[in-house]
């Protein structure tokens, strides 16, 4: 559920019309909803109910703007990051760094020591070095790193190739055969506490069959630890849930199902319990707001040529990913639709969002909404072409703020220097 919906044939964020925001802010932009971020958050919170302790960590790299994660954290999330821009982002927000995960294969020394001075919950470690990193930086503080260590259950996640974390090519984690043995070195090593056992397996999972196969090798793997001596006090499932991207389809499990399944195969260990949701809290939370600029007749198709382009949403050209798209003026009931090429105006021929997509006859000018574009959106854009990165907005009830201001060119331009023998 989210809260975009048409009154009066004008599509809304909440009870805002995104023509409203169209004519203040300008087009494109990202558009957020507070209620549904909200709402989302609050669903997972109900899927976790049953454990006795559990941690909601929001990962940042979906969303990262500070006022998203500041409506998160006062909600009472924790963070997943993966580098120290988003921990600081995290810490500006208000979220305190004892609700703050790091995780990410390239954890440098200077990150482990800013996130050691600035407070964290734990380090999810993803290899042997980086370990024997944390060590050095730790002891050498005189402080003491909390880990998990993140293991890979060699589960295929039966999602897209780029973007699944967690078979035995993937980059992440160390290998499950060889847990216990990165766990007695882990316990070896002075500053150094281990806390617990981490697990991540994709992004945009649609079946919790997968879930089930890993959290079921997380629950063997954490007796035998155990056995061994080690105090696992925490599990940190990962995150991934996928959402609907097409109206038309099937959606996918809901966050209770996923926390039923979690409850199932570890619920009775005694853990407190982590997972880190991004896509399934922020995904259909936002919408990008775009206006058609050209409408162009072609040979065998006609395309519809928009403001935004992928080095504002990338996904359809980086995964062939789907985005519905919309009319913000809804069109009446049972008019005909015609099949448009919906481009951006990049040069490169990848700049296609979607290709013989069904909508109403369209002009220029006419507004049009990307939906579920909340989540890798705006995080992923670039100034591709010195296009300005889009402004962020956040909607609440009537109420809209711009959360990041579409800079001008002379600020994209003051950035850079000509060296002193030009």
């Not at 015609?338 to 069904?358: L, W």
Request: hydrophobic share 40%.
């Amino acid at each position: 559920m989210d809260h975009f919906n048409y009154r009066d044939g004008v599509l809304h964020a909440e009870d805002v019309p995104l023509t409203r925001i169209a004519a203040e802010v300008g087009t494109p932009v990202y558009v957020y909803s507070a209620a549904t971020l909200t709402r989302h958050f609050n669903v997972f919170q109900q899927a976790l109910h049953w454990a006795p302790d559990y941690l909601i960590c929001y990962a940042v790299k979906a969303n990262s703007n500070i006022a998203v994660l500041k409506l998160l954290g006062d909600l009472g999330a924790g963070m997943d990051v993966v580098s120290i821009g988003e921990y600081a982002r995290a810490r500006t927000a208000g979220v305190p760094g004892e609700r703050i995960v790091f995780s990410g294969v390239g954890k440098t020394r200077d990150e482990m020591r800013l996130a050691l001075e600035g407070g964290i919950r734990q380090f999810n470690v993803e290899s042997e070095p980086e370990l024997l990193a944390l060590s050095e930086v730790a002891s050498g503080m005189g402080a003491v790193a909390p880990i998990a260590v993140r293991v890979n259950p060699d589960v295929d996640a039966k999602t897209h190739e780029k973007i699944a974390t967690g078979k035995a090519e993937n980059k992440f984690g160390i290998p499950l055969a060889r847990a216990r043995e990165v766990y007695a070195q882990a316990a070896r090593l002075p500053g150094i506490e281990v806390v617990g056992v981490d697990m991540h397996i994709g992004s945009q999972l649609t079946d919790l069959e997968p879930y089930r196969q890993a959290y079921a090798k997380m629950a063997d793997l954490t007796r035998a630890l155990r056995e061994d001596g080690h105090v696992i006090s925490r599990l940190d499932m990962g995150g991934g849930l996928g959402i609907p991207y097409r109206r038309d389809n099937n959606a996918p499990p809901l966050p209770i199902e996923y926390g039923q399944v979690i409850r199932e195969t570890v619920g009775d260990l005694g853990c407190s319990i982590e997972i880190e949701p991004g896509r399934n809290i922020a995904g259909n939370a936002g919408v990008l707001l775009s206006r058609v600029i050209y409408v162009k007749n072609g040979e065998d198709r006609d395309f519809l040529i928009v403001d935004a382009a992928m080095n504002d949403l990338i996904r359809p050209a980086m995964y062939g990913a789907h985005h519905d798209i919309v009319p913000v003026i809804e069109a009446p009931p049972g008019v005909e639709r015609q099949p448009y090429d919906v481009v951006g105006p990049i040069c490169e021929s990848g700049d296609t969002f979607r290709k013989g997509a069904e909508l109403p006859a369209l002009s220029a000018e006419d507004l049009v909404a990307f939906r579920s574009a909340g989540a890798y959106g705006a995080v992923m854009s670039s100034e591709y072409n010195t296009r300005p990165l889009i402004p962020e907005v956040m909607v609440d009830g009537e109420r809209f703020a711009v959360i990041r201001a579409r800079p001008t060119l002379e600020e994209m331009l003051s950035r850079e220097t000509l060296p002193d023998w030009f």
